[in-house]
């Protein structure tokens, strides 16, 4: 077999970014977060890992509520910034200039330059050892009226990137399109 | 403000694209998923959502194990062939002459031609209402040899590619690379 042996490892491709967003002491800051995506259809729910001492999820925890922001790739270095450092000691809105927006819930900060922002109340929070699982009911879905075509929201607009953990950590951007999703497919119906 | 919402929506970019996999009455069967990530580092494990209806969630309840195997965009085809169709009428490994490898657990089907597979024991299911949130612990994650560069797993290689629900649902490959992580987010330090 071709096939080599890593060990147990938490390795997918690709994984997106999210900024995961929260009042915490009563300021809103933001973390960056590879680990995670959607949890549930029907009601609408996102899953996001973080670990136990970070920052943020005191105040997920404190509020039960979060945001997630989906950056687009005019925002790397913003991003970045915000998984390099800890809200407890920087003022990460204010050094990376976020401008803050509040929706439906008054205690969930999101991130107006992000064009996809999600509103989220904790629905179940999972101890897995090293990160909680935070299971989040999204309450509403907002986005960038710059990044609508026809009225839904547009991939080439909104411009995301994903983050890809080897060879080497970065981030790439979404490349061109290969094939119709819930189409393509049926060109093997043939052989059935 | 300059946002529009969009009402509940299970919204982020990009979405992976996961052939998840198990043994169902005895035969390997696999179905995509886009809605999945990791879930935990210490120790790693992977989350995916499942429909409760759907026939390999059976042969993951069934054995309590089952894999995530990462296609490459040369798969894309046989990808979406395992999303619309049930393995319940259609042997899909067939269909799609997909090559079955096992690893360390006898139970878990996994697909050769994927470049990376991830064995998983489950550890949690939790009904989240119209899916089921799969938590697997990841027994053992594997590359195909041809994807390595110096020992390790080669994005270039492995051609990973996303789903992309709007504004038509895709498949998209993954771009170049933009910026590296842990990194490029000091420029903004002069700022503190």
Partial sequence: MS??????QPLV??????????????KPNFMAVAWGGIANGDPPMISVAIRHARYTLKGIKDNMAFSV???????VKETDYCGITSGSKIDKVNICGLKIFYGKLSNVPMIE???????CEVAHILD?????????KIAETYISET?????KP?????KPFCYTMTPANQYQSIGEVIAKAFSVGKELRTRE
């Fill in 69 to 75: 922001n989906v950056p687009s790739s005019d925002m």
């Fill in 113 to 119: 330059q992000c064009p996809v922002n999600l509103e």
């Fill in 147 to 151: 990044c609508l075509i026809d009225g």
């Fill in 154 to 158: 547009d991939v080439q607009k909104i």
């Fill in 13 to 26: 491709y690709p994984m997106p970014l999210f900024l995961v967003g929260a009042k915490v002491d009563d």
């Fill in 128 to 136: 897995l050892g090293s990160h909680v699982l935070v299971v989040g």
């Fill in 3 to 8: 096939k080599v042996m890593l060990g147990s």
